[in-house]
């Protein structure tokens, strides 16, 4: 695409017609003396930038004989210091299908610094292909300095009025003042959700007589004319164990109920679950594939369907199928699956590969069914009502004498009955088509890690023995990946560094079991050597070479969104020290225990010496996958103390 149509797109203003014209609540380029004096955010003295003001407007128009939304975006923000300079390159992003795609025009920009103002060049606008169906118009402000006040707006033109997107108040920086406009015909009903944890200082709802009209059609059309506004919205300061921040950004959601034509007819986008069904059980896609079970017996190998127990059975054809296809690394949900021809081609995205399990299942005499969900990062599913949007993944649900295992064999490495981790976004619908589809929990076993270490040390001061460890889960799954991809000699190189501190860690000899049987927990084997530089006649050591929490991932005063380890957790340290005669001890650790409210979880720590044997054991177990935002000040003061005991020290003295 080449720049002449790239200024025609964004920057040429197309001919459509809007039902609303009142002038916004902001004029463009009118900085207060106020503005320009503000060197901090009085109520977030930390950010870099903060929001002025912001107003968003969507009316809906029309353009080249079709309905558009437009979107008229104004931002005024305060750049602080250089840390806030990145908040001065915007990207705008555009979707776009095989038919249709959105539009960016009337892009107009300024810095200013003082009285100095700078407007944006057009030929510094760019445009770039993130994927099929999304690209990006992106620019960056000119003159940028600290204390700079950028002000931009454009208009955005969207075919697309089933994904009327709506709008987020809440930022990576905080916003004095963002309002959203809307004037939408009575012809397009919409529901509407509020998320987040902010509240609306405005929230007006109108209804304006005839204010949409389209030629051909002698009767107008009703608006009705919403305003939404917050103040003073917070920072959303992104933190570890968050799956996808959408689901808990403060913004107004629309989701299409019913569209009513012009010329009467009416159709309806919400529905019930069991219409639902009723669709996919007959449709072209997912439901024509699942039908299939009778041509899957026929194209598997036979000795698939015998086995010990059903058991056995069933980890017989998952094998088979995760080894006799391998993944595409596409997803196409509801669109291009063929399961059968990626079951002969030995290739196929994700839908293919699961629901040619499913198949394969069923026609072993199996209960198995499809399961809808949203990845992580995809955000969460609504419950109220089936929005089909939301979900971008289908796994498989395999019931046998009376329990379930949810399975996905697109990943080689997975073992039967854990899933990929980005799948882990607390529940799924189960598609039954013949007792009606569910709501079930994405839950997944507790995962361990373990470690024992066995030490003795000599008279100057070294400690020599060993460390054995055990992962399962997704730990062993990691290790596994790591031991496949590096040599031996890096392998051992890594972790005699992340085991060691200033290269004082030698591993003697390594050696692993069930490095290949993934169903088993991964075992290592290490001779270890610790080279102690004794302190005159003390001897200080660190137990902790192996601490796996360095640094608290629990930062924020208040956190407003749950925390999401994905899934439960024990890790287990024990530690067996053996000191000579010469040496006694001076000072040991404090023993601690501490318990999560609402049985969230527990750490204990003992530590004791007898005849010159220090035992040692430490413990960690998250008991749940999801905390609360209520839970978060214990999550946080829980993560502390473990830090803090990992950091602590053994004091030995010569006698």
Same mark, same amino acid.
């Given at each position: 695409m080449?720049n002449?149509?790239l200024?025609?797109?964004?920057l040429?203003?197309?001919?459509?017609?809007s039902?609303?014209?009142?002038r916004?609540p902001?004029?463009?380029?009118?900085?207060t003396?106020r503005?320009?004096?503000?060197?901090?955010?009085?109520k977030d003295?930390?950010?870099?930038?903060?929001?002025?003001?912001?107003?968003?407007?969507?009316n809906?128009?029309r353009s080249?004989?079709?309905?558009v939304?437009l979107t008229r975006?104004?931002?005024k923000v305060?750049i602080?210091?250089k840390e806030?300079m990145q908040n001065?390159t915007i990207?705008?992003?555009i979707?776009n299908?095989?038919k249709?795609?959105?539009?960016?025009f009337?892009?107009?920009?300024i810095?200013?610094n003082?009285r100095?103002?700078k407007g944006?060049?057009? *030929?510094?606008i760019?445009? &770039?292909? $993130?994927?099929?169906n %999304?690209? !990006?118009?992106?620019f960056?402000m000119?003159?940028? =300095?600290?204390?700079?006040?950028?002000?931009y707006?454009?208009?955005l033109e969207s075919?697309f009025?089933?994904n009327?997107?709506?709008?987020?108040?809440?930022s990576?920086i905080?916003?004095?003042?963002?309002?959203?406009?809307?004037v939408i015909p009575g012809?397009?009903?919409?529901?509407?959700?509020?998320r987040?944890?902010?509240?609306?200082s405005?929230?007006i709802?109108?209804?304006?007589?005839?204010?949409f009209?389209?030629?051909r059609?002698?009767?107008?059309?009703d608006?009705?004319?919403?305003?939404y506004?917050?103040?003073?919205?917070p920072a959303f300061i992104e933190e570890d164990?968050l799956n996808? *921040?959408?689901?808990?950004? &403060?913004? $107004?959601?629309?989701? %299409?109920? !019913?569209?009513?034509?012009?010329?009467k007819?009416? =159709?309806k986008?919400?529905k019930?679950?069991?219409s639902v069904?009723?669709?996919f059980?007959?449709?072209e896609?997912?439901?024509?594939q699942?039908k299939?079970?009778n041509?899957?017996?026929?194209?598997l190998p036979?000795?698939?369907y015998?086995?010990?127990?059903n058991?056995?059975?069933a980890?017989k054809?998952?094998?088979?199928?995760?080894?006799h296809?391998?993944?595409?690394?596409?997803?196409n949900?509801?669109?291009?699956v063929?399961a059968?021809k990626?079951y002969?081609?030995?290739v196929?995205?994700?839908?293919e590969?699961?629901?040619?399990?499913?198949?394969a299942?069923?026609?072993?005499g199996f209960?198995?069914?499809v399961v809808?969900?949203?990845?992580r990062s995809n955000g969460?599913?609504?419950?109220?009502?089936p929005v089909?949007?939301?979900?971008n993944?289908a796994?498989?649900?395999?019931d046998?004498?009376n329990k379930s295992?949810?399975l996905?064999a697109?990943d080689?490495?997975?073992p039967f009955?854990?899933?990929p981790f980005?799948t882990?976004?607390?529940y799924?619908?189960?598609m039954d088509f013949k007792?009606?589809s569910y709501?079930?929990p994405i839950?997944?076993?507790?995962?361990?890690t373990r470690?024992?270490?066995?030490?003795k040390?000599?008279?100057?001061?070294n400690?020599?023995?060993?460390?054995?460890k055990?992962?399962?889960?997704?730990?062993a799954?990691?290790?596994?990946l790591s031991?496949?991809?590096?040599?031996?000699?890096e392998?051992?190189?890594?972790?005699e560094e992340?085991y060691g501190?200033d290269?004082?860690l030698?591993?003697n000899?390594?050696?692993?079991s069930d490095?290949e049987n993934i169903e088993?927990p991964?075992?290592e084997?290490?001779?270890?050597t610790i080279?102690?530089?004794p302190s005159g006649?003390?001897?200080i050591?660190?137990p902790?070479?192996d601490g796996?929490?360095?640094?608290?991932?629990?930062?924020?005063?208040?956190?407003l969104y749950?925390?999401?380890?994905?899934?439960a957790t024990?890790?287990?340290?024990?530690?067996?020290l053996?000191?000579p005669?010469?040496y006694k001890?001076?000072?040991?650790p404090e023993?601690?225990?501490?318990k999560?409210?609402?049985?969230?979880?527990l750490?204990t720590?003992?530590?004791v010496?007898?005849?010159?044997k220090?035992?040692?054991?430490?413990?960690?177990i998250?008991?749940?996958?999801l905390?609360?935002p209520?839970?978060?000040?214990?999550?946080?003061?829980?993560f502390k103390?473990i830090?803090?005991?990992?950091?602590?020290?053994i004091?030995?003295?010569k006698?």
């Amino acid at each position: 695409m080449n720049n002449k149509v790239l200024l025609f797109i964004w920057l040429l203003y197309s001919s459509t017609t809007s039902n609303s014209q009142e002038r916004p609540p902001y004029f463009f380029g009118d900085i207060t003396q106020r503005e320009y004096n503000l060197k901090v955010y009085e109520k977030d003295s930390t950010a870099n930038a903060v929001f002025l003001f912001e107003f968003g407007r969507s009316n809906f128009a029309r353009s080249n004989n079709s309905i558009v939304i437009l979107t008229r975006y104004y931002a005024k923000v305060k750049i602080f210091n250089k840390e806030g300079m990145q908040n001065a390159t915007i990207k705008i992003p555009i979707k776009n299908n095989q038919k249709e795609s959105e539009k960016v025009f009337g892009i107009k920009a300024i810095t200013h610094n003082g009285r100095i103002r700078k407007g944006l060049n057009p *030929k510094n606008i760019f445009v &770039s292909r $993130i994927n099929s169906n %999304l690209a !990006e118009v992106k620019f960056t402000m000119p003159d940028i =300095k600290e204390n700079s006040i950028i002000e931009y707006e454009y208009t955005l033109e969207s075919p697309f009025y089933f994904n009327f997107k709506g709008w987020e108040f809440q930022s990576h920086i905080p916003k004095i003042y963002s309002e959203f406009y809307a004037v939408i015909p009575g012809n397009y009903r919409y529901n509407r959700s509020l998320r987040g944890y902010q509240k609306l200082s405005k929230n007006i709802v109108n209804v304006v007589r005839k204010c949409f009209y389209i030629s051909r059609y002698i009767s107008p059309a009703d608006c009705e004319e919403l305003i939404y506004a917050m103040e003073d919205v917070p920072a959303f300061i992104e933190e570890d164990y968050l799956n996808s *921040k959408s689901n808990y950004l &403060s913004a $107004i959601k629309f989701e %299409l109920s !019913e569209n009513v034509a012009f010329y009467k007819s009416k =159709k309806k986008y919400s529905k019930n679950w069991k219409s639902v069904d009723k669709e996919f059980r007959t449709g072209e896609s997912i439901g024509k594939q699942l039908k299939k079970v009778n041509e899957f017996e026929k194209i598997l190998p036979p000795e698939l369907y015998t086995g010990e127990n059903n058991l056995t059975k069933a980890k017989k054809i998952f094998y088979h199928i995760t080894d006799h296809i391998t993944w595409n690394e596409r997803v196409n949900l509801f669109s291009a699956v063929d399961a059968k021809k990626a079951y002969i081609d030995k290739v196929g995205n994700s839908t293919e590969i699961n629901i040619a399990l499913i198949n394969a299942l069923n026609s072993a005499g199996f209960d198995a069914h499809v399961v809808l969900l949203s990845t992580r990062s995809n955000g969460l599913p609504t419950k109220i009502h089936p929005v089909l949007s939301e979900f971008n993944y289908a796994i498989a649900k395999l019931d046998i004498d009376n329990k379930s295992y949810l399975l996905d064999a697109t990943d080689k490495n997975l073992p039967f009955n854990l899933l990929p981790f980005k799948t882990l976004n607390s529940y799924g619908r189960v598609m039954d088509f013949k007792k009606g589809s569910y709501w079930y929990p994405i839950d997944v076993k507790n995962h361990y890690t373990r470690t024992s270490l066995k030490l003795k040390m000599d008279d100057s001061g070294n400690f020599k023995g060993q460390m054995q460890k055990s992962f399962d889960g997704y730990k062993a799954v990691a290790k596994r990946l790591s031991i496949d991809k590096l040599d031996r000699e890096e392998y051992l190189t890594k972790a005699e560094e992340e085991y060691g501190t200033d290269d004082n860690l030698v591993i003697n000899s390594y050696k692993n079991s069930d490095v290949e049987n993934i169903e088993k927990p991964l075992k290592e084997l290490f001779d270890i050597t610790i080279e102690n530089e004794p302190s005159g006649d003390l001897i200080i050591f660190n137990p902790f070479i192996d601490g796996e929490s360095r640094v608290n991932p629990f930062k924020l005063n208040q956190r407003l969104y749950p925390v999401d380890f994905g899934h439960a957790t024990t890790t287990l340290f024990n530690l067996q020290l053996i000191i000579p005669e010469s040496y006694k001890v001076k000072s040991l650790p404090e023993r601690k225990a501490i318990k999560l409210p609402n049985d969230g979880g527990l750490f204990t720590f003992s530590i004791v010496e007898k005849n010159n044997k220090i035992q040692m054991t430490f413990k960690v177990i998250i008991k749940r996958a999801l905390y609360d935002p209520k839970e978060y000040p214990y999550l946080k003061e829980f993560f502390k103390q473990i830090i803090k005991t990992q950091k602590s020290l053994i004091t030995l003295e010569k006698k």
